[in-house]
Nanobody, 124 residues
Framework: QVQPVESGGGLVQAGGSLRLSCAPS????????MAWFRQAPGKERVFVAA????????YYADSVKGRFTISRDNAKNTVYLQMNSLNAEDTAVYYC?????????????????WGQGTQVTVSS
């Protein structure tokens, strides 16, 4: 019902920027939280950023704080992840997740719906 679809991934050089988009297949409610996670080859999936559908609360992993910005467009029912100053450590598959009643945004089990992911590769 609320299946996320990610887009915007690609190949960029170190220091470059990229913006990811997440558009759920159904309208979300004020109770929902949307988040970005990422998984590098051979690594565990880790939290990147999250945003509440209502209010201005945002959450970031320490590794991306100051470089990445999560935002939403309520009219378009879409969440974005602006990624600046990219480096090789940012190379991963990025997943969009949606959950109801999320209390701890960094915990994967808090989210019910997951996208298939979009690849981000940072060269050099």
């Amino acid at each position: 019902q609320v299946q996320p679809v990610e887009s915007g991934g690609g190949l960029v050089q170190a220091g470059g920027s990229l913006r990811l988009s997440c558009a759920p297949s159904a309208r979300t409610s004020s109770l929902y939280t949307m988040a970005w996670f990422r998984q590098a080859p051979g690594k565990e999936r880790v939290f990147v950023a999250a945003i509440r559908w209502t209010g201005d609360n945002t959450y970031y992993a320490d590794s991306v704080k100051g470089r990445f910005t999560i935002s939403r467009d309520n009219a378009k029912n879409t969440v974005y992840l602006q990624m600046n100053s990219l480096n090789a450590e940012d190379t991963a598959v990025y997943y969009c997740a949606v959950g109801r009643g999320v209390f701890i945004p960094r915990i994967e089990d808090q989210y019910e719906y997951w996208g298939q992911g979009t690849q981000v590769t940072v060269s050099s």
